[in-house]
């Protein structure tokens, strides 16, 4: 049975970090780009990273929003994409997906249940 499994989220402090987690099972994520996806209540769903192979190594994709902030990135040997996050700010507050996806910004095979993240003093 395929599953996508987020993990680490929670609640911190404006300025904060936090380190998501997407793990799989039941199929190899290496074979897949991957995204992140976030949601905050009464907006659209948003993809802030991706993380694909190409024939020249490891693409990242960053919304603007978290450019220079957030780090994409896999670990292999775990079946598992990271998102680390610093210098959260409250605007950062949403539900976090990931996602096994054909291609950035495109169609998405499996996705997650989620994980919240509240930036908040």
């Known amino acids: 049975q395929v599953h996508l499994v987020e993990s680490g989220g929670g609640l911190v402090q404006p300025g904060g970090s936090l380190r998501l987690s997407c793990v799989a099972s039941?199929?190899?994520?290496?074979?897949?780009?991957v995204g992140w996806f976030r949601q905050a209540p009464g907006k659209e769903r948003e993809e802030v990273s991706c993380?694909?192979?190409?024939?020249?190594?490891?693409?990242?994709e960053y919304a603007d929003s978290v450019k220079g902030r957030f780090t994409i990135s896999r670990d292999t040997a775990k079946n598992t994409v990271h998102l680390e996050m610093n210098t959260l700010k409250p605007e950062d507050t949403a539900v976090y997906y990931c996602?096994?996806?054909?291609?950035?910004?495109?169609?998405?095979?499996?996705w997650g249940l989620g994980t919240q993240v509240t930036v908040s003093s």
């Open positions: 996602a096994a996806m054909i291609r950035c910004k495109g169609e998405a095979h499996y």
């Open positions: 039941g199929f190899n994520l290496d074979a897949h780009t």
């Open positions: 993380i694909s192979t190409t024939s020249s190594g490891e693409s990242a």
